[in-house]
């Protein structure tokens, strides 16, 4: 039987999102590609354990309660696997498989504060933790203990880990549509599900935007005030029709069909339907600074940055 690993990737990526589960005992499994990118040796830390693999029903028994949030992307798999040396605190490695690069990234955006280049696409690295995307998949590592030496043997395991994996790390083509004069730092998030959005920003019990499976969605927010930008993208220019008509009377009902509206907190809401896409701006402080972000954002759907 598997000796228990506690789920440390929710350390980082969820700690604010769900009150992370204690891992179960994992079931052996017949190793898969995603536990083959797992090395025996990493510098001088040996694998104290064949990697134990999760899939999409199974991920509940690894990580209790959290798994919803990887299943809310193209999660296909986890392996996990424990590194040691003599006299040493344990290292903890958890390599997703997220289906593509967009969604490892997206995975990677969702709780994140901070972010940093030099591993795969960006990692983010607090205490024990260190956490990055690297082509379709995320991975994170953490040290049982910390010590004087954690932080520099988790960026060299964490190194040696992407030296397995595909070079390439592109992030959502969607996150360039984004506007970058006064986006705060970081706060950007991709997504594809309504519970997702309502995380983010919790707009509406309802799913007025359509969301699904097959959208893609960005959220961002900017100075001044707290003020939100999000731009959803559909299959297709009637669906995105569809979306703004459905936002419009759900959201707002007595303003439906209006552009820009004041809200009962004085705050301004901005809507507009360009192709396929719907774009959100959501908190203004100004009507001007709802119509100038929404303007803004509109024309880089039109013409693309290069």
């Known amino acids: 039987m598997q000796t228990q690993v506690p789920s440390l990737a929710v350390l980082l990526l969820l700690s604010s999102v769900l009150i992370p589960g204690c891992a179960e005992q994992g079931s052996d499994r017949p190793m898969t590609d995603v536990a083959d990118l797992l090395p025996e040796q990493i510098s001088s830390w040996n694998r104290s354990n064949a990697p134990v693999t999760y899939d999409r029903e199974t991920i509940f028994d690894y990580i209790n309660g959290a798994g919803e949030v990887y299943r809310s992307y193209e999660f296909s798999q986890v392996a996990v696997a424990t590194y040691s040396r003599p006299d040493r605190p344990e290292i903890t490695v958890e390599l997703f498989d997220m289906g593509n690069p967009s969604d490892a990234f997206g995975v990677f955006s969702y709780a994140r504060e901070q972010e940093q280049t030099g591993i795969g696409g960006g990692y983010e690295h607090k205490g024990r933790v260190l956490c990055f995307w690297q082509d379709r998949y995320y ?168």
Do not use: W
């Open 139 to 306: 991975a994170c590592l953490a040290a049982e203990e910390s010590d004087s030496d954690t932080s520099s043997v988790l960026l060299d395991a964490a190194r040696a880990i992407s030296q397995q994996l595909p070079p390439e790390s592109v992030p959502p083509d969607l996150m360039r549509k984004l506007p970058t004069e006064g986006r705060v730092a970081y706060s950007d998030r991709f997504f594809h599900l309504q519970q997702s959005l309502n995380y983010h920003y919790y707009l509406a019990r309802e799913n007025v935007l359509n969301l699904g499976p097959e959208t893609d969605a960005v959220l961002a927010r900017y100075e001044p005030g707290t003020t939100y930008l999000l731009v959803t993208r559909h299959e297709s220019e009637a669906d995105a029709v569809q979306a703004l008509s459905s936002f419009r009377e759900g959201y707002l009902p007595e303003s439906a069909g209006i552009e820009t509206v004041a809200t009962e907190n004085g705050r301004f809401v901005s809507s507009r339907q360009v192709g396929q896409y719907v774009v959100v701006v959501l908190d203004a402080v100004s009507d001007t600074t709802a119509n100038t972000l929404l303007q803004t954002t509109v024309d880089g759907l039109i013409e693309p940055p290069s």
